[in-house]
Nanobody, 122 residues
Framework: QVQFAESGGGLVQPGGSLRLSCAAS????????MAWYRQAPGKQRELVTG???????TYLDSAKGRFSISRDNAANTMYLQMNSLTPEDTAVYYC????????????????WGQGTQVTVSS
């Protein structure tokens, strides 16, 4: 069964940038729609951005213009470039795969990574 592993989290100052990666353990990962979710302490997990196998994307309103999702199918890897980070972006970020994309909306799939912590603080 394909597995997904996130990396790239850490501590960054407000206004800084981070790049998260989500690597699939098998090539079959490239045939799946994928997304990034996040969960802050005491809050529900929320969709940050998603990308289909054909490259269609969707973003949380607060992420538009600051975050950029991409995928490298040859490397079986998805990325999240995060710029202009604020303390409100502090959360555990999760990779999701296998979801459905319809009418601009992404619904979570079966596969989840273990999460990577992003902390934005001075």
């Amino acid at each position: 069964q394909v597995q997904f592993a996130e990396s790239g989290g850490g501590l960054v100052q407000p206004g800084g940038s981070l790049r998260l990666s989500c690597a699939a353990s098998e090539a079959s990962g490239r045939s799946l729609n994928m997304a990034w979710y996040r969960q802050a302490p005491g809050k529900q997990r929320e969709l940050v951005t998603g990308i289909t196998t054909s490259g269609k994307t969707t973003y949380l309103d607060s992420a538009k213009g600051r975050f950029s999702i991409s995928r490298d199918n040859a490397a079986n890897t998805m990325y999240l470039q995060m710029n202009s980070l604020t303390p409100e972006d502090t959360a555990v970020y999760y990779c999701n795969a296998g979801g459905t994309y319809y009418n601009g909306r992404y619904a979570a799939g079966w596969y989840w990574g273990q999460g990577t912590q992003v902390t934005v603080s001075s």
